[in-house]
């Protein structure tokens, strides 16, 4: 099958975790075709070269999300092609903005905001939450609820249409319409409590920051007279929420193909942290968490299936909307081949502790640092090593820093003698230098791996420290005991005090060490490993499928209602050939009689089975009654072995007793 992969700010082209997790995936589907569609932050100025992908990724087409509107990825418009927004145009624009608008921007009239606007209420007064989003309260009017998830899919859904239809929707999404109707969202009533506050400026910052998120809806991706696009796919699989997941959308809401959401990471849950350490004003804040909320529960339940990487993001998707029955958990799969050399060589009885990973606040490296101060009470020999870059938070390089001096003042410098030169039992390294040439070098030199964040999504320094079979004592953050699983100590974040008495008591005990380390170990092979995730999403692949087996684009027969119909004609009717030649317009364009049966017709059992009554012949005679059932049967007899109009040479055949 065909597969649309959706991804933002990774694969093919950027690296990190994201890109890896995608080429696994398609390096390990080999019997599926791949387009990938991605979104990146920033325009390229430089393109980069493309790395070397597998054989069955047909094609990559990258657009950005900021920055100018790139031409060559401008969908082609209607007749107003090039042209300015009309009055007509304008009018759309005012009714389908509006109603976006109108469903993010207010609360229930029952007084609790709906599920769109509770994220983004909460987000607005006390920041991002830290642990899960606010729960809807038990008295929300769950109508009231729906209708605003109902205007906010019309309006979405309208600036599309309105985006194919016309060329011009970024200048409208830009222009003094959209603010007025923001404005106006705003000062009405049922207003977000922090709307009404908002000023021209942040009225402004809103519009820029809609008119980014609703890029997708411009592109040229949905296909054309020349490319099918996203309409010739046969499933949309969007890697993460959000901007990613808004092209699945539209090629739901036009060809019907079925959308698999996958989410590592939660993206509300993302917007919501970095929205609350960016400089902006609380209206702003309020208004686009709260259209992110929006856009995230249209995305759950539009989506076929959700597959969440853990437990912990499957409870946010839950309180955001999305129907249990729909979600399925599959882990990330990891490559356990570079660490299988640190598992199987002899057991480290030195005194280490090990950190890796990204330096940022919400690893809580202050926490460590004093846990290890009571630690070195304990085990003087003990020494700790912390091995990572800078994060991606704008404070990483201020904190690392901060870690720095705190470790030098911790811990002074230390010699055995006035003549040995003194050490400092704490270090920063990073992989890649000559001390840590690569990751599981890392894993290797320690007895026990910590893991001390107060925020954390999936722990992947656990997993791979679980493959190197190291022992672990990590804080209870995120998905950090659905991993563990009872093979590691976890304690709670921001307790030094407790940190210190379990990794005291793990590096005074070899064999405990030992047992966890080999029981960590198994639960990682068996749960985490590429395999065992490519081997769900192949089975995932064939089931969603199943339900739709045919291309909706390529099913051109429906019902009364408009519903696709794959089977309407069997699969024989579209064997190439004069003979297989449909459609209503050619039968009644040469009538079908006893006498002769034109070459081109489509045979009886290949045709609808209301074309094939309505192509029959009446005798002159009457209908139903006195003739009519051996006209009926005079028909078959006529259609089954043919006349002297038969130009193929099969009724000859059939007649000489060849066939």
């Known amino acids: 099958m065909r597969i649309g992969l959706l991804t933002e700010g990774g694969y093919p082209y950027a690296s990190g975790e994201s890109h890896a997790w995608c080429d696994r995936l398609v390096r390990g589907l080999t019997g599926h075709d791949f387009e990938v569609y991605t979104l990146s932050a920033e325009p390229r100025r430089d393109a980069p070269p493309r790395p070397e992908l597998p054989r069955h990724v047909r094609l990559v087409h990258s657009a950005p999300l900021g920055g100018g509107f790139p031409a060559g990825r401008r969908r082609a418009g209607g007749p107003r092609r090039g042209r300015t927004p009309g009055r007509r145009e304008r009018r759309r624009f005012a009714e389908c903005f509006g109603d976006l608008v109108a469903a993010f921007a207010t609360v229930s009239p029952g007084g609790g905001p709906g599920a769109p606007a509770v994220l983004a209420g909460g987000a607005a007064h006390g920041g991002a939450p830290a642990g899960y989003p606010p729960a809807v309260p038990d008295g929300a009017p769950d109508d009231s609820v729906t209708s605003k998830a109902d205007r906010f899919a019309s309006g979405l859904y309208?600036?599309?249409?309105?985006?194919?239809e016309h060329r011009g929707l970024p200048a409208l999404l830009h222009s003094e319409d959209a603010v007025r109707l923001l404005e106006a969202a705003c000062h009405g009533p049922h207003a977000l409590p922090a709307a009404p506050g908002a000023q021209v400026n942040d009225l402004l910052a809103v519009t820029a920051g809609l008119a980014r998120a609703l890029r997708p809806l411009s592109l040229d991706w949905y296909g054309d007279?020349?490319?099918?696009?996203?309409?010739?796919?046969?499933?949309?699989?969007?890697?993460?929420?959000?901007?990613?997941?808004?092209?699945?959308?539209?090629?739901?809401?036009?060809?019907?193909?079925?959308?698999?959401?996958?989410?590592?990471?939660?993206?509300?849950?993302?917007?919501?942290?970095?929205?609350?350490?960016?400089?902006?004003?609380?209206?702003?804040?309020?208004?686009?968490?709260?259209?992110?909320?929006?856009?995230?529960?249209?995305?759950?339940?539009?989506?076929?299936?959700?597959?969440?990487?853990?437990t912990h993001a499957r409870r946010w998707q839950e309180r955001c909307g999305a129907d249990r029955a729909r979600l399925r958990t599959v882990y990330p799969g990891m490559d356990a081949t570079p660490f299988a050399a640190v598992a199987d060589a002899a057991a480290d009885d030195s005194k280490t502790l090990v950190w890796v990973g990204n330096v940022e606040p919400a690893k809580d490296l202050i926490g460590l640092l004093h846990a290890f101060a009571e630690i070195r009470k304990a085990e003087p020999e003990a020494t700790l090593r912390i091995v990572g870059g800078v994060g991606r938070d704008p404070q990483a390089p201020g904190y690392l820093a901060h870690c720095r001096?705190?470790?030098?003042?911790?811990?002074?410098?230390?010699?055995?003698?006035?003549r040995s030169v003194g050490?400092?039992?704490?270090?920063?390294?990073?992989?890649?230098?000559?001390?840590?040439?690569?990751?599981?070098?890392?894993?290797?030199?320690?007895?026990?791996?910590?893991?001390?964040?107060?925020?954390?999504?999936?722990p992947r320094s656990l997993v791979e420290a679980m493959f190197c079979g190291r022992a672990t004592v990590s804080t209870d953050a995120g998905a950090v005991c659905e991993v563990i699983g009872g093979t590691g100590l976890v304690v709670p974040p921001r307790n030094p005090r407790a940190l210190a008495e379990a990794c005291t008591a793990l590096l005074g005990d070899p064999d405990r060490r030992a047992r966890l380390g080999a029981a960590a170990r198994a639960r990682a092979l068996e749960l985490f490993t590429v395999e065992q995730n490519v081997a769900a999403f192949r089975g995932?692949?064939?089931?969603?499928?199943?339900?739709?087996?045919?291309?909706?684009?390529?099913?051109?027969?429906?019902?009364?209602?408009?519903?696709?119909?794959p089977f309407a004609r069997p699969a024989e009717s579209h064997v190439p050939g004069r003979w297989a030649t449909?459609?209503?317009a050619t039968r009644a364009a040469v009538p079908?009689?006893?006498?002769?049966?034109?070459?081109?017709?489509?045979?009886?059992?290949?045709?609808?089975?209301?074309?094939?009554?309505?192509?029959?012949?009446?005798?002159?005679?009457g209908g139903a009654e006195g003739g009519g059932a051996s006209g009926v049967r005079g028909a078959r007899r006529s259609v089954r072995w043919g006349a002297g109009g038969d130009q193929t040479g099969v009724t000859g055949a059939k007649e000489r007793g060849q066939w």
Not at 158 to 164: D, F, K, Q
Not at 228 to 238: E, K, N, S, T
Not at 436 to 442: G, H, I, K, N, Q
Not at 552 to 565: F, L
Request: proline share 9%.
């Open 405 to 418: 001096a705190l470790a030098a003042q911790l811990f002074p410098d230390e010699a055995a003698d006035v």
């Open 582 to 584: 449909t459609g209503a």
């Open 423 to 458: 050490e400092n039992p704490v270090s920063f390294e990073e992989v890649g230098s000559p001390e840590v040439p690569a990751l599981e070098d890392a894993y290797a030199s320690g007895a026990v791996v910590v893991l001390s964040s107060v925020i954390e999504g999936f």
């Open 225 to 310: 007279r020349q490319t099918p696009g996203l309409g010739g796919v046969d499933l949309c699989h969007a890697t993460s929420g959000g901007a990613a997941a808004l092209p699945g959308l539209l090629a739901k809401h036009f060809f019907a193909t079925p959308l698999l959401v996958t989410e590592y990471g939660v993206r509300l849950r993302e917007h919501y942290l970095a929205r609350a350490a960016a400089p902006l004003s609380a209206p702003v804040r309020a208004l686009l968490a709260a259209f992110q909320g929006a856009l995230a529960a249209e995305t759950y339940a539009q989506a076929a299936l959700i597959t969440p990487g853990n």
């Open 540 to 565: 995932i692949y064939l089931e969603l499928i199943s339900h739709a087996p045919a291309r909706p684009a390529a099913c051109r027969a429906r019902d009364a209602q408009g519903v696709p119909q």
């Open 592 to 621: 079908v009689t006893r006498a002769a049966v034109p070459a081109g017709r489509t045979p009886s059992w290949a045709a609808p089975a209301q074309e094939r009554t309505a192509a029959l012949p009446v005798p002159a005679g």
């Open 158 to 164: 309208g600036l599309a249409e309105l985006a194919r």
